[in-house]
């Protein structure tokens, strides 16, 4: 499943065959992925200027020069490849991907820009995945994005942010960095991730990270800190191996990390100096990994 460091590659791998582009036709090939695709919605994307793309949380923004923005969600399974034509002469760029089933092409997006001809096309087997296309206008208060926390890249997560939206938290520390509405685009994978690097347990109360006089503790500073320096990485290390990750056939896959923690169970720690094994417990109906002996 696609977590926000992903999806920020996905968005970078696209962004160049996307952005200036014209949408000259838009191939749907059901009538639905998760969601059935909004009225209109070939129709309406047909004849469309894109202009940039972005992402919040794990949607994909497709901001278009008629008001609107295209919202793709890759739900577990979702994945683009990228086909070129016309004066492109990039190699190995025209080829289908054999390992990918075409029967899970659900959408293809024809492109025009100038002489290049780019067809986007969209695949996903599992069909989590969904499209909307909203006005540019209603975005933040869409029901998409209005309850969306902050988003852990950047600098807006400090300590004190933490402090603030971990104050009366009687929730794991685990479940409320899950907690979409406090920090936007958190996965299991990297939350577990997060926590071993802040040698913090996700049993621990998340109000623990807060001060009596509601300022930050240390522990929230790290976290903080943690938090912003392992999906960087994960960012950066998606964009590094991009031309790797990007076939030959232009499809755009995920990467595979390297974990501390994550799926680590029965390894001895990572940590220096820590002779801790990985454990995994299951809380809220999910995996988590942890070192027991130095993450209290
Ligand atoms: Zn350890």
Not at 89 to 113: A, C, I, R, T, Y
Not at 260 to 288: F, P
Request: hydrophobic share 35%; glycine share 10%; with cysteine.
């Amino acid at each position: 499943m696609p977590e926000l460091p992903e999806v920020e590659t996905v968005k970078r791998g696209l962004a160049p065959s996307m952005e200036g582009s014209v949408i000259k036709q838009v191939e749907l090939r059901r009538a639905d992925l998760r969601f059935p695709f909004p009225d209109h919605f070939a129709k309406d994307l047909t004849g469309s200027k894109i202009h940039a793309l972005g992402r919040r949380a794990k949607y994909l923004l497709v901001e278009l020069d008629i008001g609107k923005t295209l919202i793709m969600h890759l739900g577990m399974s979702g994945s683009f490849r990228i086909e070129t034509t016309g004066n492109n002469s990039e190699p190995g760029q025209f080829h289908h991907d054999k390992s990918k089933n075409p029967k899970h092409d659900h959408v293809v997006f024809q492109l025009s820009n100038g002489s290049t001809q780019t067809a986007v096309i969209y695949n996903d087997p599992r069909r989590f995945g969904y499209m909307d296309l909203i006005k540019s206008s209603e975005l933040q208060d869409h029901r998409y994005f209005a309850k969306l926390g902050i988003e852990p890249t950047g600098n807006s997560l400090s300590g004190t942010v933490i402090a603030e939206l971990f104050a009366g938290k009687a929730a794991p520390l685990k479940s409320a960095l899950l907690d979409q509405s406090l920090i936007a685009g958190l996965g299991n994978i990297y939350v577990c991730e997060i926590l071993w690097r802040s040698r913090l347990s996700p049993e621990r109360k998340a109000a623990t990270l807060v001060a009596k006089n509601g300022r930050a503790t240390g522990r929230a500073e790290d976290l903080a800190i943690h938090t912003r320096d392992v999906i960087r990485e994960a960012i950066e290390a998606g964009g590094s191996s991009l031309r790797d990750h990007r076939q030959a056939d232009g499809s755009l896959g995920y990467f595979q990390h390297s974990f501390d923690v994550y799926d680590q169970e029965g390894e001895k720690c990572h940590r220096v100096g820590c002779k801790g094994t990985i454990e995994r417990i299951v809380q809220s109906g999910r995996s988590t990994f942890l070192c027991p002996n130095c993450q209290i």
